[in-house]
């Protein structure tokens, strides 16, 4: 297994490794844009093949393991294996990062299981969340912690408040075109975190059977102006408010992975 390598993680994220690069904010800007256009969220390492008998390889949150699946295999993975390689990234680009504990909301607006999610705080000029494992919508750009709102390509509005939550600091909301208020997608405090924090509840989502992650497999990636999110039996497809989706057949669904996610599916 290959040690993480900065150049070939540059290039699997589509830029180019060779110039110096200022650990500032449109560095980390252009970093977090081109991971999430690159690199699918994807939850097949749980899930398998849909349409096999590849019961999936599941997730093991080290930096050689992730390294090997994300660059050299040119897999995706969920929140814990994006985010968990990225804070190396960050690392080795010489940002002052520290992994945090997020807790995504469901439906109700109750944040289980604790440490649902792994985000970023980078500190610049300001504090910034930075976070490559939202799935859809993609985070594009780096978050300011004292409410400015920030837009991207899709037309989706991001923004961090104070959370009114006892046991959280910040909630991050996004607005996407046609609704009519904000929503709410995860709180989060800032403590920093070593990897290793998140193995639990990582293995926990990726084992369980009451989990979300541990039905149907799910594939979405970021495109220039939208979304595409692919299902066993769908795929669909937004562009800054514009959504439309078609069935798709099981030979579709493969091919689809590589002509539109570019993702190469093998078990390890």
Excluded at 9 to 22: A, F, M, N
Excluded at 57 to 67: H, N, Q
Excluded at 135 to 150: F, K, N
């Amino acid at each position: 297994m290959s040690s993480p390598n900065i150049e070939s993680y540059l290039s699997r994220i589509g830029l180019d490794p060779r110039p110096v690069r200022t650990a500032d904010r449109n560095t980390l800007e252009t970093v977090q844009r081109a991971h999430v256009t690159s690199v699918p969220f994807e939850t097949l390492a749980v899930t398998g093949d849909p349409f096999g008998p590849d019961p999936g390889e599941g997730v093991t949150l080290t930096l050689p393991r992730l390294y090997e699946k994300i660059v050299e295999r040119e897999r995706g993975g969920f929140c814990f294996e994006l985010n968990g390689l990225f804070g190396w990234l960050l690392a080795e680009l010489g940002f002052d990062a520290d992994r945090i504990a997020a807790r995504m909301l469901s439906d109700d607006g109750d944040p289980r299981p604790p440490a649902n999610h792994h985000s970023h705080v980078v500190n610049l000029d300001r504090r910034y969340v930075a976070d490559v494992g939202c799935g859809v919508p993609s985070m594009r750009r780096p978050l300011p912690l004292d409410g400015t709102a920030v837009s991207d390509a899709a037309g989706v509005e991001w923004r961090v408040v104070e959370s009114e939550r006892p046991d959280a600091e910040f909630l991050t909301q996004y607005w996407s075109p046609g609704d009519e208020e904000w929503t709410d997608r995860y709180v989060f405090e800032t403590t920093p975190r070593k990897l290793s924090y998140f193995e639990a509840t990582c293995d926990h989502l990726a084992t369980a059977p009451e989990s979300g992650f541990t039905g149907d497999p799910t594939v979405s990636i970021a495109t220039e102006r939208g979304h595409l999110k692919l299902s066993p039996a769908k795929l669909t497809r937004s562009e800054r408010g514009d959504r439309s989706e078609r069935e798709i057949t099981e030979d579709e669904w493969h091919d689809l992975l590589e002509s539109a996610f570019g993702l190469r599916y093998d078990s390890a």
